[in-house]
């Protein structure tokens, strides 16, 4: 099975912020602070999303827009696309 990891990054495919997407363990506390730097780096301006990266599949489950999360994916959604 591949490595689990949570990745931050603009949500706009053009990244006109310049931030590199932040990449943290796919533990727990990986998701913890993911999920904080997305929040923070969101304020700056730029929305962010989470998305969890398993080898080649990928799955957004968090947008933030200034500071807050104004989209969550479900946990049907995310365990339906991952195939659990």
């Given at each position: 099975m591949p490595e689990k990891t949570y990745v931050v990054q603009d949500a706009d495919k053009r990244g006109?912020?310049?931030t590199q997407p932040g990449t943290?363990?796919?533990t727990l506390q990986g998701l913890v602070d993911a999920l904080t730097a997305?929040?923070?780096r969101s304020a700056a301006g730029t929305p962010k999303t989470v998305t969890?990266?398993?080898g080649k599949r990928k799955q957004v489950i968090r947008r933030f827009e200034e500071g807050r999360e104004v989209w969550s994916a479900s946990r049907a959604e995310i365990y339906g696309e991952r195939g659990s």
């Open positions: 006109e912020s310049g943290f363990p796919g997305a929040r923070y969890i990266v398993e």
